[in-house]
């Protein structure tokens, strides 16, 4: 009885007897059915029922504007408790309760900013909070962080997500997406994947607009002559000169922005009129072909990017233009953009371009020149009036002109005289002055500056050159050595120095620098060549150095040297003859032979050669080629160094080298080189080489007429009336080299002819004959008709009657007396004497047959 009362009782608790039937689960279907009513048609909750949205908007209404009248309360009191404190602090008003201890006004200042202190830490404390709060709600709402606080029960996972089995039902956990966190993740993917796109495409390698202003452009190296004239430009690719805005005429800046750029000063870079017109012109072509570039635009493309038409690179040229904008002035970005635009082959910038086409700087630019010039940059060798087709560089200067005009620049009136004018162009070839100069200085300035500077830089060299007096000698030796073309003379050279300074007033290298088939570009005044006779002023200031005076006499008779190894040596006069004893004035000013080289042989090859070094010559290094024949020029010079080298005596034994430099400067103005000798900052002189009394004495020689008058005769192109002028003469055995150097104090002129292939001249042309005449007329343009030159005669020389016969004191027999002058303390003592005229005779036969002289007795 008790078991079915337990077995009753237990199918009572069971929620399905054995009577009942046991219901079929759901399907899918009706799964998602049942999921999708959920969500959509939620059941009324239990309990209360909600409040109105109105009464809640009346209640939160109500209870914020009791919040804000609190704290409006709460904000004046605080303020009335900080006046209050203030008063008190400076004792105006009494506070409540006991009073406390006197204290310092700035113990109250400071308990005063320490309560600031704490209020302004609370209030940082206070907004940090609120900041922090907002941010972890945001991070919240994406889906990246948790929310604080117990985590939501977690649910069951719905099925109609993802069906499972029945044996599985509670192994597989399916992992479930909030939207939240969906829409966070792709849209931190496209962000990240559209930056990277946008930093790769554009960003990469992008230049900074610094670049415009410190990466300097290639620029035009400017060399001119002393007064300002330009003899050559020196580029590479691109020939530039830099210019401020105020140095370019305003027809020229007017016709620029008419034609190229209206808006320019009022856009920010670029104009969104322009990039859209382009853009339709640019589809309806199906490729870039028209641009809608601002000078902005232009000026990025030109020096920081590159010309290909891509979209990149268009949005590159975008981006660096706004932020150009926002670096630079317009004013600084018009002005760059005129010295950078191109303007037909090499030819960049406003000013170069000037210069190119009509020989003017940019500032003289008139209307009609400017209206040509701003044509040009939209296609160079389309417009350019040195073209196959000129009259497109006038159609395009009609549209600037039109352009000017509807933008207000012009009236009707300016337009129409700048139709009119005649425009005379440049001649379109290379413009060079003194080229043998021009390529002198350049080699100087690459030593000096390396050959990036010379060819990019921009340098700006003055240089001592005169090219009014540059062009009157090539006119000069133009003319005479066609004179020569019977002597079969091809060739010559001419340089003109200031001896006291170094300067190069002029420098002729070659008859014809152009002249490529006889070798024209060759500078034969930088070319060793013998110089004959003409060194021989160095081996007798050596002898005067060593004791001899003007009045020596020097035995002008037959000798034969001979050295081991070597053939016998005999030298002999360029007349022929043996004049007997002569002095060392008339030796060294008719230029006789036979003494120079007994001179030599006295003082020593070496000596001459210690002393030629120390004069500046660099060409004699083999010091064991040389022999006696070296004082008759055996060994070559340039004529660089043979100029130095008469410098010398001009100087009264002072070398001064030569410089071609006035200044130096480079682009922006800054002062590289300046030559301190011409400005008298600093000495010009060197080196001491002779003392003043030797150099005196052979420019005393030198400019002796009288005493040359037996070889070249009183009349000769090497006297110049009226004044006074040391000249020698120089020419070689081989008739191939043929020389003329003669100076003031003041200026040196030294005359070269020949042929540059060595062929000798005629027999006939000589020292009288060839270079003379074209030193001749050359010193006289350096002279002045109305004042005399006079060569200064230094302290400690006087003047003393000698027998020129003997270089004694006269005596009753002695046939001819002349004045002579010597360094005191050197003049002969002793006169002449009768028995030395009667046995003159058979000295002279005596001479007649000759010496035969071991050299290397002679030689040290």
Known sequence: MVGKKLAKSRRKKTKISRHSVVPKKPSLFQKIKINLRKIFFSPKGRGRPRKSWWYHARKNYLARYKKNEREIYRWLDSQQQKIDGFFKMIGLRRGKGRPRKKISIVARWRGLLEEKKRKWRRWLDFHTGIWSSRYHRLLQWLGLRRRRGRPHKQQKPTVWLLPISDQSELAITPVHLQWREIFAFLSTLIILLSTWWGYSYVFVDLPSVSDLTQKNPLLTTKILDRNGRVLFRIYDDENRTLVPLSEISQPMIQATLAIEDKDFYKHHGFSLEGIIRATIANFKGEQIEQGGSTITQQLVKNRLLNSERTIQRKLRELILSVVTEG??????????????VAYGGSTYGVEEAAWRYFHKSAKDLNLAEAALLAGLPQAPSVYSPFGSNPELAFSRQEEVLRRMFEDGYITQEQWQEARDTIIVFAEDRIDIQAPHFVMYVKRLLAEKFGELAVSTGGLEVRTTLDLGLQKETELILQQELDRLQSLRVGNGSVLVTNPKTGEILAMIGSKDYFDFAHDGQVNVALRPRQ???????????????????????????????????????????????????????????????????????????????????????????????????????????????LAQLYGVFANYGDLVSLNPFLEIKNHKGEVLYSNQCVTGEVACAQNRVFDSYTSYLITDILSDNKARTPAFGAQSVLNIPGQEVAVKTGTTNSLRDNWTIGYTTDRLVAVWVGNNDNTPMNSIASGITGASPIWNKTMRLLLSPEISHIFATPDNLIQVAICKTTGTLPCNDCPLVVTETFLEGTQPTHACNASYFESKTDSQTRSSTGQILGESQLLE
């Open 327 to 340: 670096v630079y002035t317009k004013d600084e970005i018009l002005e760059m953009y005129l010295n950078q």
């Open 531 to 641: 110089p004959g006779s003409s060194i021989k002023p160095l081996t007798y200031a050596l002898a005067l150095e060593n004791g001899k005076t003007p009045a020596s006499i020097i035995d002008d008779s037959p000798v034969i040297y001979q050295s081991v190894g070597s053939p016998p040596y005999a030298p002999q006069n360029y007349d022929g003859k043996f004049h007997g004893k002569v002095t060392l004035r008339e030796a060294l000013a008719s230029s006789y032979n036979v003494p120079a080289v007994k001179t030599l042989a006295e003082l020593g090859v070496s000596t001459m050669l210690d002393r030629a070094e120390l004069a500046g010559i660099t060409t004699w290094q083999d010091r064991g080629r040389f022999g006696l024949s070296l004082t008759l020029g055996g060994g070559e010079v340039t004529m660089v160094e």
